[in-house]
């Protein structure tokens, strides 16, 4: 690891510090004596040529160094609070079928973390290019203040458009504002371990899911909805506090991004692995935002371990972002992403047949290690799938905007075929069935890409 010192060779001016003086060719002139003109040609005292105006060139990235590092730590505190915060969701969703919202149906409760996911994801495509043109400080406290508003907005809710309006509009748009810049930072600073760099910062979404979960179960029935919600959003203050306090673009673009490329889905690889998100994330979360539910109402587990199924999920999550993304390094992403794919898809088909403690907290684990591996590895696959590096933020942009939509249909209609059919049957296999829908695309995406050469690096 190199020393916060090695990033100052990194910068350099290109002309000298200092304009020359030069005084061994002299200009003749006729130089006035009293005001007078003599007509006798004196030299000239001395010429001062002006400088050449001053041009910074900027290295590679670091790879390191205290000041790398803390761009890593203050995403971490970002993801935390953002996708943190949505993975948590599933504790308000049982929360909310007993209790202030209990009127309401498994669907319409559900709709209030799509719209969080969906405004995450969509909001995106618009922040790139606000980031782009040098407003990184600004979208981060724009952010921190509409998640940290919101937050406070839902604990004084005690209706369903209230709630939607608070925590699923509110909390949304300041997710949005987040997820572009707290990945986007990371490319600056880091080139040959810029998937692991990744995959830290996003397992900060995963702690959220455990630290949030646990806080509210343990302090709603002592201090109620409205204080255990507000503690989440002190905490979430204390977080951003950080991320502002230590978070600074090195380098901007020399030219504003595009909003959109649309020739980019002439290219089958990136075309079809865009499909593949967009089919994964309709099924992805339906376990995230269901599997308390399932093991209370089946009597699998009571209550009180049936809440900690989340953050046994989200803990397992926290290696998958990691652990994945380090071996990605290595062997390419989207070779990492499609084995995290498939044991996804077996593990929603293999949900059906868990019926006892054991087996609903080892599914928890294994389905947070493989769909945490699996949400932290497309911002890298993207990059692999880009001619250059300048289009990169552009087709990430274009590419999570079209998974927002499958991440806001998907866990209403889990919800729908729960109250249609009165069976968890059909959730879990609609699930199943459609994080395999996605696997076959992202296999498409490889295969158009390097071929049938299984030991090629992509």
Known sequence: ??????????????????????????????????????????????????AAPTELVIGPPPNGGMQAWLQVFGAFFLAMNSWGIINSFGVYQTYYATGILSSESP???????????????????????????????????LGSFLTVFG??????????????????????????????????????????RKALATGIAASGSSLGGIIYP????????????????????????????????????????????????PGAFKEMPYTFFTLGLFFSFIGLYTPIFYVQSYAIQEGITDQNLGFYLLPILNAGSVFGRILPNFIADKTGPLNM????????SILCF??????????????????????????????????????????????????????SFGILIGTPVSGALLTATGSWRGTQLFAG??????????????????GLKLAVKA
């Open 107 to 141: 669907s319409n409760i559900s709709w209030i973390g799509s719209i969080q996911a969906f405004l995450l994801l969509l909001v995106g495509i618009a922040t790139g290019p606000i980031y782009d043109a040098g407003h990184f400080q600004f979208l981060i406290r």
């Open 214 to 261: 646990i806080v509210f179960y343990k302090l709603q029935p002592q201090i109620g909805f409205a204080w255990a919600t507000r503690v989440l959003g002190f905490i979430a203050l204390a977080g951003f506090v950080v991320s502002l306090g230590v978070m600074r673009v090195r380098v901007l673009p020399k030219q504003k991004r595009a909003l959109l490329e």
């Open 433 to 450: 069935a459609t994080v395999l829908l996605a696997l076959i695309c992202l296999l498409i995406a490889r295969g158009a890409k390097e």
């Open 337 to 344: 992403l499609i084995p995290c794919a498939m044991v996804a």
């Open 1 to 50: 690891m190199s020393d916060i010192s090695d990033t100052s060779e990194h910068t350099r001016i290109s002309n000298d510090e200092f304009s020359r003086i030069e005084d061994d060719s002299p200009t003749a002139v006729s130089t006035p004596q009293n005001g007078v003109d003599t007509g006798i040609d004196m030299p000239s005292v001395v010429k001062i040529e002006a």
């Open 350 to 403: 293999a949900w059906i047949g868990i019926e006892d403690v054991p087996g609903i907290v080892v599914f928890a684990l294994l389905y947070g290690f493989f769909s945490g591996g699996f949400v932290s590895l497309p911002p890298t696959c993207i990059t692999t799938l880009s001619p250059h590096l300048g289009v990169v933020g552009t087709r990430m942009g274009m590419c999570f905007g079209l998974t």
């Open 151 to 192: 937050l406070m907005m839902t604990s004084i809710s005690t209706e369903y458009y209230q709630v939607m309006l608070a925590q699923g509009i509110c909390v949304g748009l300041g997710s949005g504002c987040l997820f572009v810049p707290s990945f986007a930072i990371i490319p600056q600073y880091f080139s040959t």
